[in-house]
């Protein structure tokens, strides 16, 4: 049996923001975007990896979603504390500078971590923790 990873999700409040991060920020491609119900996803990905995308959402991608617990999911992405993804990269530095360069919101400038990579951490525009890591030569 072979499972492989093909589609992880980003919850985003302001998908033309979140596009000028990932698209024109990180240079990931466009793949879909698609409107239903008053929602829209959007698919991005690299174009080094074909089979593997990330999914652009609403905070709760569930038409049948209470407005209760749209507002719970809508707050705790405005505080930063749903889960976002980690890149990897084959220089760092030169990463978080571009990043930087471009604006984007620095939480972690590049350090090496005991666990084997060198790596940095910015904000998204929604708020979620996007993390660069590079393994450490040995």
């Not at 652009?56 to 617990?69: F, H, R, T, V």
Request: include cysteine; hydrophobic fraction near 40%; proline fraction near 7%.
């Amino acid at each position: 049996m072979d499972i492989k990873l093909s589609q992880c999700f980003i919850a985003v409040d302001d998908h033309d923001k979140a596009l000028a991060f990932y698209r024109d920020v990180l240079g990931l491609e466009v793949r879909n975007d698609v409107a239903f119900e008053g929602m829209r996803w959007v698919t991005v990905g690299s174009p080094t990896q074909p089979g593997v995308e990330i999914v652009l959402e609403p905070p709760l991608a569930d038409p049948n979603a209470s407005p209760a617990d749209r507002q719970a999911m809508a707050e705790l992405l405005a505080k930063g504390l749903l889960r976002g993804v980690i890149f990897s990269t084959d220089d760092c530095d030169a990463t978080f500078e571009r990043i930087r360069t471009a604006g984007g919101e620095v939480l972690q400038e590049p350090i090496d971590q005991p666990y084997g990579v060198r790596d940095c951490a910015f904000r998204d525009p929604a708020g979620n923790m996007i993390r660069f890591n590079q393994p450490r030569k040995r």
